[in-house]
Every structure is written in C-alpha cells, then in structure tokens.
C-alpha cells in the first residue's frame, strides 16, 4: 500500500477556497481505481494548515492520480492559493495487522 501525506499553509483570505477546492478533489479522487482512501482535514491547532491523507493500493495508481487532468490543476489552483510550497511525501508501508 502506498500512503501519501500532504499540508499546505492557506492564506487568511483564500481558506474557504483552499477548503473548497480540496474538498472537490478528495470526492472525486476516491472514485479513482486504486484509491483505498482520500481525505483533508483542517488542524485544530492552527486553521490555515490543511492536512491531505491518502492511501493508494500501490505506485501504479497513485501514478495514474497523478495524471488525471483535474489532479494536475488542483495543484496548480491549491499552490496559488498557498502562503508556501504545499508539501507531500509518499511511503510505501506493509499492512501488519
């Protein structure tokens, strides 16, 4: 299984929109073959820190989210909204229990 985590840091004037357009993506991107889960969250702790977690069935899929049109100008809508580079890391994890 591969587990994706990103964040982003939204700009005071631009978190309803960051909300916004990462609840579209998620919906949408769970539809996707492979996609075992899909999810934002907002940090309690501090509201303009947007929190993305995501698990694919494996690198083929995530690879294949990564090329779908919509995916490409949500990251491209979501940087510009951003106070800072949006982050993500991937792990590629084994299911122990």
Same mark, same amino acid.
């Given at each position: 299984?591969?587990?994706?985590?990103?964040?982003? !840091?939204?700009?005071?004037?631009?978190?309803?929109?960051?909300?916004?357009?990462?609840? #579209? *993506?998620? !919906?949408?991107?769970? #539809?996707?073959?492979?996609?075992?889960? +899909?999810?934002? +969250?907002?940090?309690?702790?501090?509201?303009? +820190?947007?929190?993305?977690?995501? +698990?694919?069935?494996?690198?083929?899929?995530? *690879?294949? *989210?990564?090329?779908?049109?919509?995916?490409? @100008?949500?990251?491209?809508? $979501?940087?510009? $909204?951003?106070?800072?580079?949006?982050?993500?890391?991937?792990?590629?994890? @084994?299911?122990?229990?």
């Amino acid at each position: 299984m591969i587990i994706v985590t990103g964040s982003v !840091r939204a700009e005071p004037s631009s978190l309803d929109d960051v909300l916004a357009i990462s609840l #579209e *993506h998620v !919906r949408r991107s769970r #539809e996707e073959p492979g996609c075992l889960l +899909h999810s934002v +969250h907002q940090d309690v702790e501090d509201p303009l +820190h947007v929190v993305f977690i995501e +698990h694919w069935a494996d690198i083929d899929a995530l *690879h294949a *989210h990564f090329r779908v049109a919509a995916s490409r @100008e949500f990251a491209k809508n $979501l940087g510009r $909204l951003a106070s800072g580079q949006p982050s993500m890391i991937v792990y590629d994890a @084994e299911v122990t229990a």
